[in-house]
C-alpha cells in the first residue's frame, strides 16, 4: 500500500487534496477551515516536531510527502526534509514562485518585524496582510498610525487598529474599495506568490504607494519541486496509477 502525506493549510494543497483517493491523507495544522468534503482522510494538528513526524510516516506506512504548506511556513517545510530524510521517504514539494516587482512598483523588503516598524514610520496608515502576526503588537502601534489588519481571526482591534477577518481571493475592485475606506498609504506584504491576493500589489501600484515586503524564508530542497497545484497534481496522478 503507497500512501500519501500531503501537508497542507494552502488553496494549493485543498487543490491537490482534491485529487487524492481515500487512502492518503490531508495534513492541517489546524488555524483554518477544514474541509468536510474530501475523499481522502484529513488530519489536524502538529505531528510533535521532527522525531514525531518521522514516528507517523513509520506508522502509517508513508510512501511519500508532498509539502504544499505556505512559502512562509518555513518549520513545517524544514521539518518535513529532515524527516523524510530520516525515515527515507521520498519528498516532494509545491514551491509557488515568488511575485516579481514590475515597472512603478516601489517595494521595500524588511527582513523581521523591526525592520517592518521602521519601513512604516514614515507613514500614518498602513495595510497588514501578513495573518494574525500584526495582532501581537496593537499595543506598540504609535499615535500618528492606525492599522488595517486583514487575517483570518475575528478580533475587536482597538482605538488605533481596525480587523479584517477575511479570507482571499481579493479582487481588484474589492482592494481598490478597501484603498479607499481605510485610506490606505502604504502596505505591509509576504511575498506570497499566486493569483489569490496579488490585487493589493496592482492597486499599491496604480496609486503609487509603496509595499513593505518581509522577505521570503529559505526552503529546504525536494526531490521534485511544482511551480503550482496543477503540476503537482498531475504528477501525483502518474505516480499513484504507476504500475
Ligand atoms: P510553521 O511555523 O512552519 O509550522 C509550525 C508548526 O505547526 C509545525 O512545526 C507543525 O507542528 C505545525 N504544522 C504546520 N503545518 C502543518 C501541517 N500542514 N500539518 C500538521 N502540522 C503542521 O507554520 P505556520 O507559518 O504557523 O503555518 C501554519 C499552517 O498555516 C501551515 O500549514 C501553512 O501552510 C498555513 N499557512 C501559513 C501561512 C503563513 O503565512 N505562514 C499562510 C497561509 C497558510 P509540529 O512541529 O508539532 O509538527
New binding site residues.
Given amino acids: 500500500m503507497t500512501r500519501v502525506l500531503l501537508?497542507?493549510?494552502?488553496g494549493d494543497a485543498l487543490a491537490i487534496a482534491r485529487a487524492l483517493p481515500a487512502a492518503h491523507v490531508y495534513?492541517?495544522?489546524g488555524?483554518g477551515r477544514v474541509p468536510g468534503d474530501l475523499a481522502c482522510a484529513v488530519r489536524v494538528?502538529?505531528?510533535?516536531?521532527i522525531d514525531?513526524?518521522v514516528r507517523y510516516l513509520c506508522d502509517e506506512h508513508i510512501a511519500l510527502v508532498v509539502d504544499a504548506?505556505?512559502p512562509?511556513?518555513?518549520?513545517?517545510?524544514r521539518?518535513a526534509s529532515d524527516a523524510c530524510a530520516r525515515a527515507d521517504v521520498p519528498l516532494w514539494a509545491v514551491r509557488r514562485p515568488a511575485w516579481q516587482p514590475q515597472a512603478g512598483d516601489d517595494w521595500r523588503e524588511a527582513l523581521d518585524w523591526r525592520d517592518i516598524v521602521e519601513r512604516i514610520a514614515p507613514f500614518e496608515r498602513p495595510l497588514f496582510t501578513l495573518?494574525r502576526e500584526a495582532l501581537a503588537h496593537l499595543h506598540e502601534i504609535p499615535a500618528s498610525q492606525h492599522w488595517t489588519i486583514r487575517c483570518l481571526d475575528a478580533h475587536p482591534g482597538n482605538e488605533r487598529a481596525s480587523i479584517i477577518d477575511a479570507r482571499g481571493p481579493f479582487d481588484l475592485d474589492g482592494e481598490r474599495a478597501l484603498f479607499d475606506a481605510a485610506r490606505i498609504d502604504v502596505v505591509v506584504s509576504?511575498n506570497s506568490g499566486g493569483r489569490a491576493t496579488e490585487a493589493k500589489l496592482a492597486v499599491a501600484r496604480e496609486r503609487g504607494l509603496p509595499v513593505v515586503m518581509l522577505t521570503r524564508p529559505a526552503l529546504p530542497d525536494a526531490a521534485r519541486t511544482f511551480d503550482d497545484a496543477a503540476s503537482a497534481r498531475d504528477a501525483l496522478q502518474h505516480w499513484l496509477n504507476r504500475p
Fill in positions: 501537508l497542507g493549510g494552502t495534513s492541517l495544522a488555524l494538528g502538529g505531528f510533535g516536531g514525531g513526524l504548506t505556505h512562509y511556513a518555513a518549520q513545517m517545510s521539518h495573518g509576504k
